[in-house]
């Protein structure tokens, strides 16, 4: 008898310990997980002021570097490997014992910590999600041969990352005002030099060239004729700014996404922290991954299309910005009409036209699109940390839209700048979802083979 209970009982064990090994998947490939190693780097780069086109950046590597882990793993996706033409092929390395999703995320971690400041900031993260795959049961070798295969993954877009020109435009000359009409000058109540004019030397992912949907020129700046263009889009954004209801003025602090507000009350200076644009567009891949049950490998496909947008979005206008240099809605009004006016929201430092909400978001858009459709509805709840309420999203080119009103409803731009920067943002948009494929089958597709 004895010896039949100890029989049963070392077999329950076996069976035990062959069940927890197991159950570690219900813990490294559920794609919540993965929405929420994102958010962790999008609360870093919140919480150290980085600008939108920085956080971009943050963004686009660490999403790649996930999203090869998941190529190397599933033979129905391909690698970005000369798809984005200079990201050379990925190394080939040993992938007989690596559980994919974690090395997926492990790779995020690690380039996103890479390309933050202050570099470590994610390393108790890293550890976290070792530690939790270790109690959710998974085997020793298994995780020591993820991390392998992940260092490797990580290692390699880093090294390709350092060829974007970035370090060099770190000690680029600084923006030359010239208080000139009809040209940009810093705004209050910051007054801060233009934000970031060489990034436009930043190497596109997709794109021949920053310059590659150069929109049409500007109106002509012309004040003294009422019934020019110019004068009639400033003279909108200022009624718009005086008659605002409170639906306008939702959308407007909703859409505002300012990493960095400096408020004033008398003598007292001190700012608020929201997400960026890029960072609000990272969110609403997550929330819309979610709403579509999206699994594990579709929800890392899309966030790294979208970066992917979103990156070279900004570079597009980043291009025009400082080619046109063109006065914000606030000098031209302060200077012309009304010297007390405000807009109802903070503008940004550096130049008016495009509008980079306008561009990143018609960007972003035309990806999700593409992977969700134009019919997918959710509550985009973004900003209820920082006490905004949520909004419905009926489709992600309307929400493309809202955004860009949003620039005119908060007073910093101009209607024109939205029009040109939409037009913009859905050509990188549709560039992207041409040129990127991540799936083996959309590629077989689009060289007509079955």
């Given amino acids: 008898m004895s010896r039949l209970l100890a029989g049963i009982a070392i077999i329950s064990c076996l069976v035990s310990c062959k069940n927890q090994q197991h159950d570690y998947k219900s813990f490294t490939h559920q794609p919540h997980l993965f929405n929420t190693t994102v958010k962790r780097l999008n609360d870093i780069v919140l919480e150290n002021n980085f600008p939108p086109m920085i956080a971009s950046r943050n963004y686009v590597y660490a999403s790649i570097a996930a999203f090869e882990c998941v190529a190397a793993g599933d033979s129905s996706y391909t690698s970005l490997a000369g798809q984005i033409k200079h990201l050379p092929d990925m190394p080939n390395v040993d992938k007989s014992n690596v559980d994919f999703p974690l090395a997926a995320m492990l790779a995020f971690v690690k380039v996103g910590n890479a390309v933050t400041f202050p570099e470590g900031s994610m390393m108790d993260y890293y550890d976290e999600l070792l530690h939790q795959a270790d109690s959710a049961g998974m085997p020793e070798a298994l995780i020591a041969g993820t991390k392998t295969f992940s260092d490797t993954i990580a290692r390699t877009i880093l090294d390709w990352s350092k060829g ?70 400033m003279m909108e954004v200022k009624n718009t700014g005086d008659s605002l209801t409170d639906e306008q003025k939702h959308i407007a602090d909703f859409w505002d996404d300012n990493p960095f507000k400096m408020n004033v009350a008398g003598h007292v200076m001190f700012a608020t922290k929201r997400f960026s644009p890029a960072g609000h567009w990272m969110n609403i891949t997550g929330i819309a991954c979610g709403k579509a049950g999206a699994d594990f490998n579709t929800t890392v496909a899309a966030y790294a299309k979208t970066a992917i947008a979103l990156f070279d979005g900004f570079i597009s206008c980043w291009d025009e910005k400082y080619r046109s240099n063109y006065i914000r809605p606030e000098t031209a009004i302060n200077t012309n009409v009304d010297a007390d006016w405000r807009p109802y929201i903070q503008t940004p430092p550096f130049p008016t036209y495009t509008s980079g909400h306008s561009t990143i978001s018609a960007a972003a858009a035309e990806v999700m699109t593409e992977f969700f459709g134009d019919k997918l509805t959710f509550t985009d709840t973004s900003l209820l940390e920082f006490g905004i309420p949520s909004r419905e999203i009926v489709s992600f080119r309307s929400a493309a839209a809202e955004a860009g009103m949003s620039r005119l409803y908060g007073g910093i731009h101009y209607r024109f700048d939205l029009d040109a920067g939409m037009e913009a943002g859905k050509k990188v948009g549709i560039l992207v979802t041409d040129k990127i494929r991540m799936r083996k089958e959309d590629t077989m597709k689009k060289l007509g083979k079955n």
Avoid: C
């Fill in 164 to 233: 974007d020109h970035y370090s060099q435009t770190r000690g680029a000359s600084r923006y030359t005002v010239l208080d000139s009409p009809g040209r940009w000058v810093p705004t209050p109540p910051m007054y801060a030099s233009g934000m970031e004019p060489h990034w436009m030397e930043i190497r596109a992912m997709v794109m021949d060239s920053a310059s590659q949907f150069k929109p049409q020129r500007p109106p002509v700046f012309e004040i003294k004729d009422k019934n020019s263009v110019f004068f009639r889009a």
